[in-house]
């Protein structure tokens, strides 16, 4: 089984056709989203239809929460705010009523799959180092690895005796006597420099993991952000990667 895997995608619709089309290239047998289909971009009714017909299983991620009112908005920076309190005015009751069906983790074969972190994914914990995953890889149980977005960086950690970070990856092999939590990264908003959109292909028989970049038309993104309204800023960092 080929699995892609794509997250925060954040109303980002040029990122977005980009990962699909290039997914639809690369013969996968199903694809993950793992939450933030929506914020800081500007076509989050666009976005939300493409993922929904396109992807086999959606997640929950802390900007559709928010855009439910489950989330405090006060948990966000002012840029975040602002951006979910101008896509709640967009969203459609049929839309809300998707993005409150979504669940917060997904399990399958040696995989386990979340938004933020498994140890608590209603509180959108961030795994940025070894101390961070200590509690998600106590409850991955029987998978093998943890597949998680949210800080938009894509990263490895290994689990044996001791946890490792692994930091960036493009490709490897899972050790089936090890486990995993893999952050794949962002298509809508990646921040670790790199501007193309990120996702994950995962071979679950081969246990074999690829990160994938995809460049996009960040200009049109860009444009749509500024014409929408939205902060400037939301606009600029798209185009440095950060």
Not at 58 to 78: Q, R
Not at 109 to 131: C, M, Q, R, S
Not at 201 to 207: A, G, K, L, M
């Amino acid at each position: 089984m080929r699995l892609a895997v794509i997250s925060d995608i954040h109303a980002n619709l040029e990122a977005l056709t980009a990962v699909l089309a290039h997914i639809a290239s690369e013969s996968v047998d199903e694809i993950i989203c793992l939450g933030d289909i929506i914020g800081y971009g500007a076509s989050p009714e666009e976005c939300i239809e493409l993922v929904g017909t396109r992807c086999n299983k959606i997640l929950m991620g802390n900007h559709d929460h928010a855009a439910l009112g489950l989330t405090d908005k006060d948990y966000f920076n002012t840029n975040a705010k602002s951006a979910i309190e101008w896509t709640t005015t967009r969203l459609t009751k049929s839309e809300l009523q998707f993005l409150a069906s979504l669940d917060f983790t997904y399990r399958r074969e040696n995989a386990v799959f979340t938004h933020a972190n498994l140890a608590h994914p209603k509180e959108w914990g961030y795994i940025l180092d070894e101390y961070q995953a200590v509690a998600t890889f106590k409850k991955m149980g029987s998978a093998r690895a943890c597949f998680i977005g949210h800080s938009h960086v894509p990263m490895a950690l290994e689990n044996s005796n001791h946890i490792r970070f692994l930091g960036r990856f493009d490709q490897f092999h899972l050790n089936p006597e090890k486990n995993y939590i893999i952050n794949v990264g962002s298509v809508g908003q990646p921040r670790d420099g790199i501007n193309d959109a990120a996702y994950v292909i995962f071979d679950t028989q081969e246990n074999f993991l690829r990160l994938i970049r995809v460049p996009y038309d960040i200009k049109t993104a860009q444009k749509k952000i500024l014409n929408a309204g939205l902060p400037e800023f939301l606009a600029e960092r798209i185009q440095y990667g950060r």
